[in-house]
Structure formats: structure tokens, C-alpha cells
T-cell receptor, first 111, second 113 residues
Framework: GESVGLHLPTLSVQEGDNSIINCAYS??????FIWYKQESGKGPQFIID?????DKRQGQRVTVLLNKTVKHLSLQIAATQPGDSAVYFC??????????FGTGTSLTVIP | DAGVIQSPRHEVTEMGQEVTLRCKPI?????LFWYRQTMMRGLELLIY????????DSGMPEDRFSAKMPNASFSTLKIQPSEPRDSAVYFC???????????FGPGTRLTVT
């Protein structure tokens, strides 16, 4: 029979354009968030993090925005490159040491 | 640093066999995590250790799964007996201190036939 799996949101962007990947988190008490990038056949790789006392943090070509009012997190990638093609996960830290990962968004960069 | 090291990278076994996955965390990291990733369920936390002590194993699917961390530089995840539904990619991750970013290994792709 046909297997049913997670339906990954997908995003296709032209090389050089900016990408925005969104994530809704579940726990209003979460106070630490991370974006991970996972390329095919590899483990998730840390990109950028943000704590709940901030609403914006910038890295190299990436910016994370946090809106605690609506429990929303976004990752902005400037001047998207083919090497940015991957699945991107947001993770929120619940109590203690346990992160909960979203289902991921698949980003495809069109050369 | 070599990062988190996992072995084997691929494992194919028959139903009923014992499977042992191995992980070496980044030196100096005090927390270690085992995750399972499937298309059906995404990335799931199975168990994590702080200072070699298991803290939360509520994600372990059933008694067939067990994990140990005999010292700060080594952990194992064992499945006995294995079943086809255990087929997945198993990741080990470590972090320097509790509540900080986790660094993932390359994963072990397990196929149980």
C-alpha cells in the first residue's frame, strides 16, 4: 500500500534572491531557538540561534526573527546560493535540555 | 575537532538480529543525545545523557531499545531484537552544556529486512 509520510513544505527560489523560511512553535515558555540545515545524507548542522529576550539576530547572510506574540520564528537567507539547498529545521528548547524539532522546510535554489 | 563520530554509517540486518550503534561525542561536551529520523515521524529524540547519566528516555520506543554511556567519550544505542519498522537514520548529537546548541553526527542509516 502507499505509505504516508510527513508533508514537507517546499520553497523554490532563484539563485541570488532572498529566502524566507517560517516556523511556528508550540510552547510559549520556550526561551531558546535554533535553526538547523540538513543536506541530503548528512546530519543537521547548526546555523543560528536566538534567545527569547531578543527579536532579531544576524549572522553571515542569515537573519533570524522571533515574534513571541504569535509564536513565530523565521529564517532569512540573503542572496541565496545553490549550496543553500537543503531541509531547514527550527528547534525550540523546552524545559531542561530537550529540543523539539519542527517538520522542516525543503529549500531548492534554482541556478 | 573531528566532530561527533558515529559508526557504522550504514547497517543492514535481518529482523530479529541485534544492532548496536556507536557514538563518540565532541571532546568536552557534557550532554549526549540519540535521535531517530524517518519520513513518517521526522526527527525524534530517543534519549539524552548529562555527564554520562541518562536523564530522559521517554522517547525510547519500547524495551527493545536500550542506550548506555559508560564514559564521557562513548555511547551505544542497542536494538534487540530488531524489526523492519526500526529502519531509520539514527543520529547522535552532543552539546557543551545543557540547553545549548547541539552538534550532530553524520548518522547511521539502519535497514532491517
Amino acid at each position: 500500500g502507499e505509505s504516508v509520510g510527513l508533508h514537507l513544505p517546499t520553497l523554490s527560489v532563484q539563485e541570488g534572491d532572498n529566502s524566507i523560511i517560517n516556523c511556528a512553535y508550540s510552547n510559549s515558555a520556550s526561551d531558546y531557538f535554533i535553526w538547523y540545515k540538513q543536506e541530503s545524507g548528512k546530519g543537521p548542522q547548526f546555523i543560528i540561534d536566538i534567545r527569547s529576550n531578543m527579536d532579531k539576530r544576524q549572522g553571515q547572510r542569515v537573519t533570524v526573527l522571533l515574534n513571541k506574540t504569535v509564536k513565530h520564528l523565521s529564517l532569512q537567507i540573503a542572496a541565496t546560493q545553490p549550496g543553500d539547498s537543503a531541509v531547514y529545521f527550527c528547534a525550540e528548547l523546552h524545559t531542561g535540555n530537550q529540543f523539539y524539532f519542527g517538520t522542516g522546510t525543503s529549500l531548492t535554489v534554482i541556478p | 575537532d573531528a566532530g561527533v563520530i558515529q559508526s557504522p554509517r550504514h547497517e543492514v540486518t535481518e529482523m530479529g538480529q541485534e544492532v548496536t550503534l556507536r557514538c563518540k561525542p565532541i571532546s568536552g561536551h557534557n550532554s549526549l543525545f540519540w535521535y531517530r529520523q524517518t519520513m513518517m515521524r521526522g526527527l525524534e529524540l530517543l534519549i539524552y545523557f548529562n555527564n554520562n547519566v541518562p536523564i530522559d528516555d521517554s522517547g525510547m520506543p519500547e524495551d527493545r531499545f536500550s542506550a548506555k554511556m559508560p564514559n564521557a567519550s562513548f555511547s551505544t544505542l542497542k536494538i534487540q531484537p530488531s524489526e523492519p519498522r526500526d529502519s531509520a537514520v539514527y543520529f547522535c548529537a552532543s552539546s557543551f552544556i545543557q540547553g545549548h546548541e547541539q552538534y550532530f553526527g553524520p548518522g547511521t542509516r539502519l535497514t532491517v529486512t
